[in-house]
């Protein structure tokens, strides 16, 4: 099991000194539970999943204005800009809680229910700080050229990893939950021979199994994009990261580069 502390490094708080006065907070909610859902409601208060991700944006005070991550929604995990006199949230259904888990328990994290629960809240916490990350840019009106979706899994990825002792492990749990949905999604899209196809099979390919492939193709790309940060922030705790997705010297040397000039992007633009 990997370690449980969650300190806040004094980094976050160092640049809070610096940082403009954003008058925007993050607050919680959560929905009342159905009979299925009450323990993941549960799990969601008790471990403070939320109240971590809100006290480091919080303490980061990069918001212009509120934000409330809304757990137990229907829809989502989505962000919603605020509207007709409701602020900005976060919607986050119980139900996506228990979809991590059943995907963690298919791929054997069932060693312990505590090997489980931290996998699960890991993905969890990732995915906060993803939604958070859609808040940040759009409030901030902070351009994507490289697409948007990308842009805050890298957000939330250097977040964690700034601002918790062990926040490259929860990057990496969150990761590896992409990770198995692209290894199913491989086995549910039907490919007669087991190889992928060319572009011309998938002009010719029924819409949905083409749907799924695209779909496997960026739970991969997730994986492997969060991968090459956590490795590049720390190559010798994470050198097995290079052997898993086979990083040549130079690619393992580009994902160092890559974390240090990301990482100063991002603090540099939520410090103004
Ligand atoms: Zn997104």
Redesign the pocket.
């Known amino acids: 099991m990997r370690p449980v502390t969650r300190t806040l490094l004094l980094l976050t708080l160092l640049l809070a000194l610096h940082s403009p006065a954003h008058a925007g907070t993050v607050t919680l909610a959560y929905e009342p539970a159905s009979r299925e859902d009450v323990h993941i409601a549960e799990m969601l208060i008790e471990s403070h999943v939320g109240d971590d991700a809100a006290r480091v944006i919080n303490v980061l005070n990069c918001l212009p204005r509120n934000v409330v991550i809304r757990f137990g929604t229907e829809e989502g995990p ?2 919603a800009p605020a509207m007709k006199g409701r602020p900005a949230e976060i919607h986050f259904p119980y139900t996506f809680v228990a979809e991590l888990q059943r995907i963690f328990t298919r791929n054997g994290y069932t060693d312990s229910p505590q090997t489980l629960e931290r996998a699960t809240l890991d993905a969890v916490q990732h995915t906060l700080f ?2 958070l990350g ?1 808040a940040i840019i759009s409030m901030r009106g902070i351009p994507t050229d490289g697409g ?2 990308d842009a ?1 899994d890298s957000l939330a990825t250097i977040l964690l990893i700034e601002s918790f002792e062990n926040g490259g492990d929860i990057a990496l749990n969150a990761a590896d939950a992409f990770s198995y949905l692209a290894s199913e999604e491989e086995l549910e899209s039907a490919i007669p021979d087991g190889t992928m196809p060319s572009d011309d099979d998938r002009a010719t390919m029924q819409p949905n199994i083409a749907a799924a492939l695209d779909e496997h193709s960026l739970n991969v790309h997730r994986y492997e994009a969060i991968a090459c940060l956590i490795y590049g922030s720390n190559p010798e705790r994470y050198s097995f990261i290079a052997e898993d997705i086979q990083l040549s010297p130079q690619d393992a040397a580009n994902c160092v580069d890559n974390y240090t000039r990301q990482s100063e992007y991002w603090f540099s633009l939520l410090q103004h």
């Open positions: 989505q962000y993803h939604e859609h948007e979706e805050v």
